[in-house]
Structures are given as C-alpha cells and as structure tokens.
C-alpha cells in the first residue's frame, strides 16, 4: 500500500541477524505490527508495538520505532532458513483501516 | 475456532464471468477486511467493514467490484464482469477490537483465462 513502504528483496547468511525497515505515513497510528507470510499462506502476526514505545523485544525479534521519522524496523537475531518468507509491516490507523506494505521477501542462505 | 474461512480457495474463470469470493469472520470479531495480493502490486487493501459497515472502500479498483457483509458471520466480494487483470489472491481478515490482532484466512487464488 501506498501508505506503508518498505524493500523489496533481503538476502541474509544463516546464522546472521536480519534487518527490515519500514516507512509509514499515519502520524495518528496507534499500533505498528510486522505479519510474517509462508508460501501458499496467509500471513500471520509476529509481533506489534505500541506507538509510545520505542523498542520491544520478544525472543529473537526486535521492534525499533521512531515515531518523528515514521520509521519501524524488525532486527531477527540468528536467522534460520525457517526464517525466509515475506514479511509486512503495517499501521493501524485511528479509523479502524489496517494498511500494508508491499512486503519484503527475505530469502536465508547457508 | 476454526478461524477465518474462506472459499473457495482456487477459482479458474472465464473473462466476462461474474466471481463471487466468501469469507466467514472469527465470530465475535468487529471488523472484517478484504485483501488482494499480486506481485506487482502487493497487497492492497480494497474494503474494510466495522459492526457489517463499510468504513472505507476506497481500494476497491472499479465499478466492476462489489463487497456486502449481510450479517457479523459473512461476507462476500463480487467481481463482475471479471477480467484477466483481475487474477490474484484475495485474502479475508478479521479482528475484534481497534489494535487488536488482525486473523488472515488463506486465501482464494483467483485466475481469469
């Protein structure tokens, strides 16, 4: 969606730690999440931050917010080639509407 | 629950044809989008409705295309008449609260020949 961007591609080593970005344009989104999409699946929740937070770590997953940029990262430690899929960042907006980015394909190497 | 249920999950067509895709919300969840998903494009939001409203169908690409949730349990995206630039897969969600998870059904991959 035009709201949210982010890459395209992402190639990462096994083993390596992951970083995707995302740019949103809601000034007024109240949650940010990333959606995880295995092949031939819909996608699935990986995790989400509140807006007045700025980090939130669960597991291997770090959620990086900057609210005055817009900007949302997702850091995956020690990526597995479980890992590869696509994955979506997307804004919650005050009016109920959920907008997603295009998604971006990591694709984990041995 | 058996989550969000969507049918049916291949559908082949004629061009001209009219395609009709079904969702089945979790029940007790709020609010009900509709999703298409192409390599070109990603994925795009084309409707989205809260309480069977529709809030915002500004994603919806023409005229050609028509949604309705008749009641909290179903839903319907209508293409008519379908075209090949139609062909993608379209995907149902539904969560129960503003912010809360949105749960996605797997889908229904739409090709128009």
């Known amino acids: 969606g035009e709201d949210v961007e982010q890459s395209l591609f992402l190639s990462v080593r096994e083993g390596d730690s992951s970083v995707i970005n995302c740019t949103y344009t809601d000034s007024s989104s109240t949650y940010l999440y990333w959606y995880k999409q295995e092949p031939g699946a819909g996608l699935q929740l990986l995790t989400y931050i509140f807006s007045n937070m700025d980090m939130k770590q669960d597991q291997r997953l770090t959620v990086l917010l900057n609210k005055k940029d817009k900007h949302l990262s997702l850091r995956i430690a020690d990526t597995q080639t479980g890992d590869s899929a696509i994955y979506f960042c997307a804004e919650n907006g005050n009016d109920y509407k959920l907008s997603f980015g295009a998604g971006t394909t990591v694709t984990v190497r041995a | 629950d058996a989550g969000v249920i969507q049918s049916p999950r291949h559908e082949v067509t004629e061009m001209g044809q009219e395609v009709t895709l079904r969702c089945k919300p979790i029940?007790?969840?709020?609010?009900l989008f509709w999703y298409r998903q192409t390599m070109m494009r990603g994925l795009e939001l084309l409707i989205y409705?809260?309480?069977?409203?529709?809030?915002?169908d500004s994603g919806m690409p023409e005229d050609r295309f028509s949604a309705k949730m008749p009641n909290a349990s179903f839903s319907t995206l209508k293409i008519q008449p379908s075209e090949p630039r139609d062909s993608a897969v379209y995907f149902c969600?539904?969560?129960?609260?503003?912010?809360?998870?949105?749960?996605f059904g797997q889908g229904t991959r739409l090709t128009v020949v």
């Open positions: 409705f809260n309480n069977n409203v529709p809030i915002d």
């Open positions: 969600a539904s969560r129960r609260d503003l912010g809360t998870e949105a749960f």
């Open positions: 029940s007790g969840h709020n609010s």
